[in-house]
Every structure is written in structure tokens, then in C-alpha cells.
């Protein structure tokens, strides 16, 4: 990669010379694969290709780079969940291949918007889009087994099994004329969830087989392990919502830390992150709602470094409401409640829901929350600076006071289990190491928007060096600093935390 990477690198470097050039869009689209598929880094994925996209535009001849460009930038926006706006992109490249007669290209990019749908549960259009997508690879006398696999997905998630075992004739057809490579792992999937379907014990005992089978494959086609691992996770979960074996729980575990595996080397980072939410739902079964909430506190800071907002904004706002929920889970623990109303309200079914279909994120409305106090304390837990913004001062004494003689146990017992929040009253607590210190932000509301100020006052303390400095030297002399002896601290919070434009869009 690194060579490929440096290769590239001087090409665009002679991007002068060159000038606007097929050359300097194809560099710039590898680039952005390089990005993405080594680094997972998407938003700098997007950026390389929106340059390939203004070069090609400049070119003669360029309408199968333009269509290229927009089918980067449809699997970039998939990668991270934003169904719709790939769909669109994905709409473009298809018109502009289709118009110079590219069927190649346009049988994949028919088959990915038939994916889309689907993941959208919009089977009948969905199934259109994949008929039509067969038509095309069988006319090029290739692809034709992915086409049916599409096909077999898609009519199961609509509820049409004769439809369904009518292509899975055709793809064992196939099946029984090469038996290897990839069509193997397809069609013993396929059949897999066929069998699924059947309200037979014996069937769902086959399916259970063939997914295990398929599960312990070595291959690079990851996307359909992870497929089947979660397919395997839903039937012994379903088995163990009947039975309450712990021996089927420890099955399940064994292969959400197998799912965890393969869906980082993959780079499949929405998986990733829903499988923690998958613990984190596991655990509340065992009203450990501690654990819980640390799953998703992992699964928010992946889902944010990987520029996944939609999900990140979704696992915030149930981390809220988990901490709300808190004390309805310790009581819930002295009682006799049965194993399937802690699965309701673990919300279980909803989460493997997501997972097993990969259905468009709802985000619920976030508003900005509304700031209540700032400070900045030791590793000891002393504060040496705080900024409060409420103005009624025997309310802000009362909080200030009640607040310090629990800061101890934030920073020991919650913080120093990966836990970036707490409830404090009917106020949210933020804390964030900044070593030799933490930052704390109270606030009423919710938490999303509030960690990203967050986030962008530690960036900006650290990177300004007049601020940084004289925050170091309070610390050292066991000094407290005042507001008016640092402005640009004082600008920096209110741009920070009392300006709306600071919001992260």
C-alpha cells in the first residue's frame, strides 16, 4: 500500500506538467480507494474523489470518468450509511453508462441500487432493479450467480418464497456446474436462508449448519461471513429468547467476538459499530447496565472517527436515555422479570433487526443543550478553573458545591471505566482527559452536540499555545486563573459554547 500510495502521490505531484488529464483522475481515484480501504479514512475518500469529479468535468471525452467519480462517492456515502444520498449518485452514474451503452458498469450499478432498496424496504422496486440487473450479466455471460444472490436476498425480505426458490434453482444450477470459489459460500448462504424460512426445527438445525459452515470459510469475501455470522447470531438468539440456555449465550458471544474480527479487517465499520450496540443490548439482559453503557461509548467514538454522524448521533441519544433509565434497570434487577420483557425492553429484536437487514438509520431530533458550567480540574480532581453560565448565583453555588464533592468518584469510578458521561441531578456531566487535567461540562439536554464542543474546546486549548502555557503554570503553582487573565479563553468559550455556528453540521 505504501508503495502504491507513493507511486500515486508523484503522478499527482505532476499534476502541472501533466495538466488536467484522465492520468491525474485515475490518481485521484486511487487515492481515494486508498483512503478508504487501507485507512478508512472516508471523508479524506470524498475529498480526493470531488477533485477527480471538477478534473474530469474539465477533460473532453469525460463521461465515463464523471460516471466513475459518482460511483465513488455512492460507495462512500453506503459505507457510512447514508443509503439516500448514494442512491443518487449511484442514479447519475447509471443514466451516463447507460447512455454510452456501458453494460458492464451498468449491471453492478443496477444491482447496488437494488441492494439499496432493499436496505430501504422497497422490495417491488428493488426487485425491478435486480431483474434488470440479471438481464444485463446474463447478456455478458457473466456475474449472473451475484445477480441471482441479489435476487434470492431480496425476494426472502419481501416474503416471497416461491419467488425466492425459483432463482435459487437457477443459482444451484450454476452451483452444480462449478463447485468452487465463491458461488460455493453463495449458494450454501442462500440455501441457508431458505431453510431459515421454514417454521421446520429440522430446516432452521440445516440452516444453522450451512451458515457454520460458510462462518468458518477462509476467504476475502468478507461481506458474506459477516452476512452469515449475523444470520447465525439471530437463530441461536432466537433459540436462546426460548430456552435460556447460558450455553447458547456463550455461542452467540463466541461469534459476535468473530463478527468484531472480521468486521474491522474488513472495514465494514457500520457493523462494527452495531455489534457493539448488539453487546451493549446483551448486556443490559444481565442488568449490567455499566457494561452497556461502555459498548456504546465505544461504539460512538468509532462511529464518530469514521465520520459514520447518523449512527454516532443515534448511539448518543440512546446513551441518554440509558442513563435515564438507570435506576428503572437496578430496580428491575431486585424483581422476578422474565427473560423476554428484559429482551422488550433491551430492545433486542430492533437491534439484530438492524443488523440482519441493515435498514436506513433513524436519527431521532437533537437539539442544543443548554450550558450550565465549565471547568478544568487536576488529575487529583482539584479545580483550577471554572466558568459558569447560568446567573443565578445561589443555584450556581448550590450545583458548584454538590458537584465537587462527588468529582472524586466521576474521575475514579466513571471515567476510569471508558465512560464519558454521567447524570448529575437533572444535569448531564462531561469529562475529558487532557492530561495533566480533565475538562468537565455540565449542561441540561441532550449530548451529542454537547461532546462535539467538547471535543473542539480541548483541540483548540491544546493547539493555542498562550492558553495552553498559562493553564500549565496554574497548574504547577496550584493557582486559581480567572477568566479576564486569559481572553483568548474567554473568546474561545463563547465561540465555543454559546455560538450555534459551532455546531458540527
Not at 25 to 31: F, G, Q
Not at 298 to 315: T, V
Not at 395 to 418: A, N, P, Q, R
Request: hydrophobic share 45%.
Amino acid at each position: 500500500i505504501e508503495v502504491a500510495e507513493k507511486c500515486v502521490d508523484w503522478i499527482l505531484g505532476s499534476q502541472k506538467e501533466l495538466g488536467n488529464t484522465f492520468e491525474i483522475v485515475w490518481a485521484n481515484l486511487i487515492k481515494a480507494i486508498i483512503m478508504m480501504s487501507a485507512k478508512s479514512r472516508f471523508d479524506l475518500a470524498m475529498e480526493y474523489t470531488k477533485k477527480a469529479m471538477s478534473i474530469a468535468k474539465e477533460i473532453k471525452f469525460n463521461h465515463f470518468w464523471i460516471a466513475l467519480c459518482q460511483i465513488f462517492l455512492g460507495v462512500i456515502h453506503v459505507s457510512i450509511g447514508e443509503f439516500n444520498i448514494s442512491l443518487k449518485h449511484y442514479m447519475k452514474s447509471l443514466a451516463i453508462f447507460k447512455e454510452i451503452g456501458n453494460n458492464f458498469y451498468a449491471a453492478g450499478l443496477l444491482g447496488n441500487i437494488g441492494n439499496i432498496y432493499v436496505d430501504l424496504g422497497n422490495y417491488d422496486i428493488a426487485l425491478k432493479y435486480l431483474e434488470e440487473s440479471l438481464l444485463l450479466y446474463e447478456i455478458q455471460s457473466t456475474g449472473v450467480a451475484n445477480a441471482l444472490d441479489n435476487l434470492i436476498m431480496a425476494a426472502l425480505e419481501k416474503g416471497d418464497i416461491e419467488r425466492a426458490q425459483k432463482y435459487f434453482q437457477r443459482l444451484e444450477s450454476i452451483y452444480n456446474q462449478k463447485k468452487k470459489g465463491i458461488i460455493v459460500l453463495v449458494f450454501q448462504r442462500c440455501k441457508a436462508l431458505i431453510l431459515l424460512k421454514s417454521s421446520r426445527i429440522r430446516d432452521k438445525a440445516k440452516a444453522e449448519k450451512l451458515l457454520k459452515k460458510v462462518v468458518e470459510t477462509e476467504t476475502i469475501h468478507f461481506d458474506i461471513i459477516i452476512d452469515a455470522i449475523v444470520r447465525l447470531c439471530d437463530l441461536l438468539l432466537s433459540e436462546f429468547r426460548i430456552n435460556n440456555n447460558s450455553e447458547v449465550l456463550d455461542e452467540v458471544n463466541h461469534y459476535i467476538a468473530k463478527l468484531l474480527i472480521i468486521a474491522e479487517k474488513s472495514h465494514s465499520f457500520l457493523v462494527f459499530c452495531e455489534t457493539f450496540i448488539l453487546q451493549a443490548k446483551l448486556a443490559l439482559l444481565n442488568f449490567n447496565v455499566k457494561a452497556a453503557r461502555r459498548f456504546l461509548t465505544q461504539a460512538q467514538k468509532i462511529a464518530d472517527s469514521y465520520g459514520i454522524k447518523r449512527l454516532a448521533m443515534k448511539i448518543s441519544y440512546d446513551h441518554d436515555e440509558l442513563l435515564k433509565q438507570s435506576k428503572m434497570w437496578e430496580n428491575l434487577q431486585e424483581s422476578e422479570i422474565s427473560i423476554s420483557e428484559r429482551w422488550k425492553l433491551a430492545g433486542l429484536s430492533e437491534q439484530m433487526e438492524k443488523l440482519v437487514r441493515k435498514r436506513k438509520i433513524e436519527v431521532p431530533e437533537l437539539s442544543d443543550e443548554e450550558p450550565v458550567l465549565l471547568l478544568i480540574v487536576s488529575e487529583g480532581g482539584v479545580p483550577f478553573f471554572s466558568k459558569s453560565f447560568i446567573e443565578e448565583k445561589s443555584f450556581e453555588s448550590h450545583l458548584f458545591g454538590g458537584f465537587l464533592t462527588t468529582i472524586d468518584y466521576f474521575i475514579k469510578e466513571m471515567f476510569s471505566e471508558g465512560l464519558d458521561r454521567a447524570i448529575f441531578g437533572e444535569h448531564t456531566l462531561l469529562m475529558k482527559s487532557v492530561p495533566p487535567f480533565f475538562i468537565t461540562y455540565v449542561f441540561k439536554g441532550d449530548s451529542y452536540f454537547a461532546l462535539k464542543k467538547l471535543d473542539h474546546f480541548q483541540a483548540h486549548i491544546q493547539k493555542e499555545e498562550e492558553i495552553w502555557q498559562k493553564l500549565l503554570n496554574s497548574l504547577q503553582v496550584n493557582k486559581t486563573i480567572q477568566l479576564n487573565e486569559i481572553p483568548l479563553l474567554d473568546s474561545l468559550i463563547t465561540k465555543t459554547f454559546l455560538t450555534k455556528s459551532h455546531i458540527v453540521s
